[in-house]
Protein backbone atom coordinates (compact mmCIF):
# COMPACT_ATOMS: atom_id res chain seq x y z
CA UNK A 1 0.00 0.00 0.00
CA UNK A 2 1.51 3.37 -1.02
CA UNK A 3 2.02 5.84 1.50
CA UNK A 4 0.18 8.86 1.71
CA UNK A 5 1.52 12.07 0.56
CA UNK A 6 -0.04 14.47 3.00
CA UNK A 7 0.11 12.37 6.31
CA UNK A 8 -0.01 15.73 8.92
CA UNK A 9 -3.12 17.03 6.86
CA UNK A 10 -5.13 18.98 8.60
CA UNK A 11 -8.59 20.67 7.26
CA UNK A 12 -9.05 24.36 8.80
CA UNK A 13 -11.55 25.10 6.06
CA UNK A 14 -13.53 21.74 6.66
CA UNK A 15 -16.44 21.14 8.97
CA UNK A 16 -15.75 17.97 9.72
CA UNK A 17 -18.98 16.76 10.75
CA UNK A 18 -20.82 17.19 7.55
CA UNK A 19 -17.70 15.65 5.89
CA UNK A 20 -18.20 11.76 4.90
CA UNK A 21 -15.84 9.49 3.04
CA UNK A 22 -17.36 7.36 -0.32
CA UNK A 23 -17.35 4.04 1.03
CA UNK A 24 -18.14 0.79 -1.23
CA UNK A 25 -20.92 -0.05 1.17
CA UNK A 26 -23.06 2.80 0.14
CA UNK A 27 -23.07 1.46 -3.18
CA UNK A 28 -24.55 -1.55 -2.74
CA UNK A 29 -28.56 -1.47 -3.05
CA UNK A 30 -29.93 -3.96 -0.29
CA UNK A 31 -33.16 -4.23 -1.97
CA UNK A 32 -32.44 -2.79 -5.77
CA UNK A 33 -36.28 -1.39 -7.70
CA UNK A 34 -38.19 -3.95 -9.33
CA UNK A 35 -40.44 -2.09 -11.19
CA UNK A 36 -39.52 -1.48 -15.20
CA UNK A 37 -37.13 1.67 -15.83
CA UNK A 38 -39.07 4.39 -17.05
CA UNK A 39 -37.49 6.69 -19.22
CA UNK A 40 -38.83 10.09 -21.01
CA UNK A 41 -38.00 11.10 -24.50
CA UNK A 42 -37.68 14.78 -25.64
CA UNK A 43 -37.40 15.99 -29.37
CA UNK A 44 -37.15 18.92 -30.61
CA UNK A 45 -39.07 19.42 -34.21
CA UNK A 46 -42.81 20.63 -34.83
CA UNK A 47 -42.60 19.13 -38.13
CA UNK A 48 -44.61 17.25 -39.77
CA UNK A 49 -42.52 15.21 -41.12
CA UNK A 50 -39.61 15.58 -37.63
CA UNK A 51 -36.73 13.09 -37.78
CA UNK A 52 -35.88 13.84 -34.50
CA UNK A 53 -39.34 12.77 -33.34
CA UNK A 54 -38.94 9.69 -35.78
CA UNK A 55 -35.36 9.21 -33.91
CA UNK A 56 -37.35 9.05 -31.04
CA UNK A 57 -39.86 6.68 -31.75
CA UNK A 58 -37.06 4.43 -32.70
CA UNK A 59 -35.16 4.74 -29.31
CA UNK A 60 -38.94 4.12 -27.21
CA UNK A 61 -39.19 1.04 -29.31
CA UNK A 62 -35.37 0.00 -28.40
CA UNK A 63 -36.21 0.75 -24.75
CA UNK A 64 -39.43 -0.83 -24.34
CA UNK A 65 -38.18 -4.07 -26.08
CA UNK A 66 -35.54 -4.38 -23.58
CA UNK A 67 -38.26 -3.33 -21.05
CA UNK A 68 -38.38 -0.16 -19.88
CA UNK A 69 -41.50 2.37 -19.69
CA UNK A 70 -41.65 4.92 -22.38
CA UNK A 71 -43.18 7.84 -22.51
CA UNK A 72 -42.48 10.83 -25.45
CA UNK A 73 -43.89 14.34 -24.30
CA UNK A 74 -45.50 15.95 -27.84
CA UNK A 75 -44.32 19.36 -27.29
CA UNK A 76 -46.78 21.31 -29.56
CA UNK A 77 -48.38 23.52 -27.71
CA UNK A 78 -45.60 23.99 -24.89
CA UNK A 79 -45.14 28.25 -24.18
CA UNK A 80 -42.06 29.75 -24.88
CA UNK A 81 -40.41 29.74 -20.98
CA UNK A 82 -41.68 32.84 -19.04
CA UNK A 83 -44.15 33.26 -21.79
CA UNK A 84 -46.88 31.77 -19.18
CA UNK A 85 -47.20 30.71 -15.81
CA UNK A 86 -46.00 27.15 -15.01
CA UNK A 87 -49.85 26.31 -14.19
CA UNK A 88 -50.39 26.25 -18.12
CA UNK A 89 -51.48 22.37 -18.84
CA UNK A 90 -48.41 21.18 -20.91
CA UNK A 91 -46.31 22.43 -18.67
CA UNK A 92 -47.41 20.34 -15.72
CA UNK A 93 -47.34 17.56 -17.76
CA UNK A 94 -43.65 17.83 -18.59
CA UNK A 95 -42.89 18.78 -15.22
CA UNK A 96 -44.97 15.32 -14.36
CA UNK A 97 -42.72 13.35 -16.49
CA UNK A 98 -39.64 14.66 -15.34
CA UNK A 99 -40.41 13.79 -11.89
CA UNK A 100 -41.79 10.41 -12.53
CA UNK A 101 -38.93 9.53 -15.26
CA UNK A 102 -35.49 7.77 -14.28
CA UNK A 103 -33.55 8.37 -17.03
CA UNK A 104 -34.22 10.65 -20.44
CA UNK A 105 -33.55 10.97 -23.94
CA UNK A 106 -32.64 14.12 -25.50
CA UNK A 107 -32.55 14.18 -29.20
CA UNK A 108 -33.01 17.56 -31.27
CA UNK A 109 -32.50 18.45 -34.77
CA UNK A 110 -29.20 20.94 -35.58
CA UNK A 111 -30.39 24.24 -36.54
CA UNK A 112 -27.73 27.21 -37.36
CA UNK A 113 -25.24 25.11 -35.63
CA UNK A 114 -26.96 24.11 -32.43
CA UNK A 115 -29.82 22.41 -31.02
CA UNK A 116 -33.66 23.84 -31.31
CA UNK A 117 -35.69 26.49 -29.44
CA UNK A 118 -38.27 23.89 -29.35
CA UNK A 119 -35.58 21.37 -28.02
CA UNK A 120 -34.09 24.28 -25.18
CA UNK A 121 -37.66 25.32 -23.83
CA UNK A 122 -38.76 22.24 -22.54
CA UNK A 123 -35.51 21.70 -21.10
CA UNK A 124 -35.82 25.23 -19.49
CA UNK A 125 -39.24 24.49 -18.57
CA UNK A 126 -37.71 21.94 -16.14
CA UNK A 127 -36.85 23.59 -12.75
CA UNK A 128 -33.71 22.86 -11.15
CA UNK A 129 -35.75 22.03 -7.89
CA UNK A 130 -39.29 21.66 -6.76
CA UNK A 131 -39.42 22.43 -3.38
CA UNK A 132 -37.33 19.83 -1.84
CA UNK A 133 -37.42 17.65 -5.24
CA UNK A 134 -34.72 18.42 -8.07
CA UNK A 135 -36.71 16.48 -10.66
CA UNK A 136 -33.78 15.56 -12.69
CA UNK A 137 -30.42 15.22 -10.11
CA UNK A 138 -28.60 12.17 -10.21
CA UNK A 139 -31.22 10.94 -13.23
CA UNK A 140 -29.71 9.41 -16.88
CA UNK A 141 -29.91 11.12 -19.70
CA UNK A 142 -28.74 10.19 -23.50
CA UNK A 143 -28.50 12.57 -25.99
CA UNK A 144 -28.90 12.25 -30.01
CA UNK A 145 -29.50 14.96 -32.57
CA UNK A 146 -30.19 14.67 -36.36
CA UNK A 147 -28.43 17.03 -39.79
CA UNK A 148 -29.52 17.69 -42.89
CA UNK A 149 -26.09 17.80 -43.92
CA UNK A 150 -22.96 16.55 -43.18
CA UNK A 151 -22.31 14.79 -40.01
CA UNK A 152 -22.26 17.18 -36.42
CA UNK A 153 -21.98 17.23 -33.35
CA UNK A 154 -22.97 20.60 -31.98
CA UNK A 155 -26.42 20.05 -30.81
CA UNK A 156 -25.39 16.87 -28.42
CA UNK A 157 -22.36 18.83 -27.56
CA UNK A 158 -24.77 21.55 -26.21
CA UNK A 159 -27.38 19.11 -25.07
CA UNK A 160 -24.34 17.57 -22.54
CA UNK A 161 -23.82 20.63 -20.95
CA UNK A 162 -27.69 21.16 -20.36
CA UNK A 163 -27.55 17.60 -18.75
CA UNK A 164 -24.65 18.89 -16.04
CA UNK A 165 -26.27 22.29 -15.69
CA UNK A 166 -29.75 19.83 -14.57
CA UNK A 167 -27.35 17.22 -12.45
CA UNK A 168 -27.80 14.33 -14.56
CA UNK A 169 -25.90 11.32 -15.08
CA UNK A 170 -25.31 12.02 -19.03
CA UNK A 171 -23.76 8.61 -20.50
CA UNK A 172 -20.64 8.27 -22.68
CA UNK A 173 -22.27 7.26 -25.60
CA UNK A 174 -24.20 9.19 -28.19
CA UNK A 175 -26.03 9.12 -31.91
CA UNK A 176 -25.62 12.27 -34.55
CA UNK A 177 -27.24 10.98 -38.14
CA UNK A 178 -26.10 12.84 -40.82
CA UNK A 179 -28.97 13.30 -43.72
CA UNK A 180 -31.39 12.27 -41.53
CA UNK A 181 -34.13 12.63 -44.76
CA UNK A 182 -32.18 9.83 -46.46
CA UNK A 183 -32.19 7.37 -43.35
CA UNK A 184 -35.94 6.77 -42.76
CA UNK A 185 -38.21 5.21 -45.04
CA UNK A 186 -41.58 6.93 -45.98
CA UNK A 187 -43.52 4.45 -43.06
CA UNK A 188 -41.11 6.39 -40.71
CA UNK A 189 -39.02 3.49 -39.79
CA UNK A 190 -35.23 4.00 -39.33
CA UNK A 191 -33.27 2.33 -42.35
CA UNK A 192 -30.82 -0.29 -41.48
CA UNK A 193 -27.02 1.66 -40.87
CA UNK A 194 -24.50 2.29 -38.78
CA UNK A 195 -26.29 5.18 -37.87
CA UNK A 196 -29.12 3.09 -36.45
CA UNK A 197 -26.68 0.59 -35.15
CA UNK A 198 -25.06 3.41 -32.87
CA UNK A 199 -28.80 3.93 -31.22
CA UNK A 200 -28.97 0.45 -30.26
CA UNK A 201 -25.53 0.80 -28.51
CA UNK A 202 -27.07 4.33 -26.99
CA UNK A 203 -30.09 2.89 -26.01
CA UNK A 204 -28.46 -0.12 -24.33
CA UNK A 205 -25.50 2.12 -22.27
CA UNK A 206 -28.59 4.46 -21.15
CA UNK A 207 -30.58 1.50 -20.10
CA UNK A 208 -27.46 -0.44 -18.13
CA UNK A 209 -26.62 2.93 -16.48
CA UNK A 210 -30.50 3.50 -15.41
CA UNK A 211 -30.76 0.21 -13.87
CA UNK A 212 -27.21 0.71 -11.95
CA UNK A 213 -27.80 4.74 -10.60
CA UNK A 214 -31.59 4.64 -10.45
CA UNK A 215 -31.27 3.16 -6.46
CA UNK A 216 -28.50 5.29 -5.91
CA UNK A 217 -28.43 8.86 -7.36
CA UNK A 218 -29.44 10.61 -4.47
CA UNK A 219 -26.24 9.18 -2.84
CA UNK A 220 -24.01 9.49 -5.55
CA UNK A 221 -25.35 13.40 -6.56
CA UNK A 222 -24.71 14.36 -2.89
CA UNK A 223 -22.83 17.22 -1.54
CA UNK A 224 -20.81 18.62 0.94
CA UNK A 225 -21.50 21.88 -0.10
CA UNK A 226 -25.30 21.50 0.13
CA UNK A 227 -24.64 19.52 3.62
CA UNK A 228 -23.52 22.01 5.06
CA UNK A 229 -26.11 24.92 3.59
CA UNK A 230 -28.58 22.46 5.06
CA UNK A 231 -26.48 22.28 8.31
CA UNK A 232 -26.78 26.18 8.32
CA UNK A 233 -29.81 27.16 7.63
CA UNK A 234 -31.20 24.46 10.27
CA UNK A 235 -29.10 26.24 12.99
CA UNK A 236 -30.66 29.84 11.58
CA UNK A 237 -34.09 28.27 12.16
CA UNK A 238 -33.14 27.12 15.59
CA UNK A 239 -31.68 29.81 16.84
CA UNK A 240 -34.76 31.95 15.38
CA UNK A 241 -36.96 30.07 17.31
CA UNK A 242 -34.87 29.83 20.81
CA UNK A 243 -34.74 33.93 20.24
Not at 170 to 179: D, E, G, H, M, R
Amino acid sequence: MSELLFPEATFPALNADLFEVPTQERLVVGAPSQHRPRFLLLYGSLRERSYSRLLSFEAARLLEAMGGEVRIFDPAGLPLPDGAPDSHPKVQELRQLAHWAEGMVWCSPERHGAMTGVMKSQIDWIPLNSGAVRPTQGKTLAVMQVSGGSQSFNAVNQMRVLGRWMRMLTIPNQSSVAKAFAEFTQEGRMKPSAFYDRVVDVMEELFKFTLLTRDLGPYLVDRYSERKESAEELSQRVNQRAL
